[in-house]
C-alpha cells in the first residue's frame, strides 16, 4: 500500500510486479496519450517507485479490491 509519506510498501511492489511478470511480453501498457509501456519498462517503474510506478501500482491494487469485493465477477456476469 502507498504509505501516509507517499512510500510504496515493498511487499506490494513485490506483488505488482509478481503480476506484471505473468503477462504475456508482447502486451504492452498505455498510460496517457503519450505513454506505451513494455513490461519491463512498467517493472522498472514499479522498481524504481516514480510517479508512472505508482499509477501501475494503484491500478493493480483497484483491481485487486474489486475482485475481493466481487465487483469483477458481477461485472462479468452482467455481459
Not at 14 to 36: C, F, H, Q, W, Y
Not at 64 to 75: D, L, P, S, V
Request: hydrophobic share 40%; charged share 30%; glycine share 6%.
Amino acid at each position: 500500500m502507498i504509505e501516509k509519506n507517499n512510500e510504496i510498501n515493498e511487499e506490494l511492489k513485490e506483488v505488482v510486479i509478481m503480476r506484471i511478470d505473468a503477462i504475456p511480453s508482447n502486451l504492452k501498457l498505455s498510460i496517457g496519450n503519450d505513454k506505451t509501456l513494455t513490461k519491463e519498462e512498467m517493472i522498472v517503474h514499479v522498481e524504481k517507485g516514480d510517479e508512472t510506478g505508482k499509477q501501475i501500482i494503484n491500478s493493480h491494487l483497484s483491481f485487486m479490491k474489486a475482485i475481493a469485493r466481487g465487483e469483477f465477477t458481477k461485472a462479468l456476469a452482467s455481459v
